[in-house]
């Protein structure tokens, strides 16, 4: 299967590309938008606004999760702990 680019429904925030004049039609990132879902609202934003969310096969992502090759450092745990902690 040859893949091309496409409009898609949704987007994953590990490997999103935004544009300004998006993020900015949008009014931002919500910080309240919380956990596991906030890429899904964003997305209802951008269709909301007038905007696509595209599937682009030639971009190369690498995401790097903290593990021994890519540690968590002590300046990042405050965050990282807030961000993903059940209370948040």
Do not use: N
Request: hydrophobic share 40%; proline share 5%; glycine share 6%.
């Amino acid at each position: 299967v040859q893949l091309e680019r496409r409009e898609a429904q949704c987007c994953e925030f590990h490997c999103a590309l935004v544009r300004m004049t998006a993020l900015q039609r949008v009014g931002g990132l919500d910080e309240r938008l919380l956990a596991t879902k906030e890429h899904i609202d964003f997305c209802m934003m951008i269709w909301a606004t007038g905007g696509q969310v595209q599937f682009e096969p030639r971009a190369v992502v690498t995401y790097l999760f903290p593990g021994r090759r890519s540690p968590l450092y002590r300046s990042d745990w405050r965050f990282f702990a807030l961000r993903w902690s059940p209370r948040w």
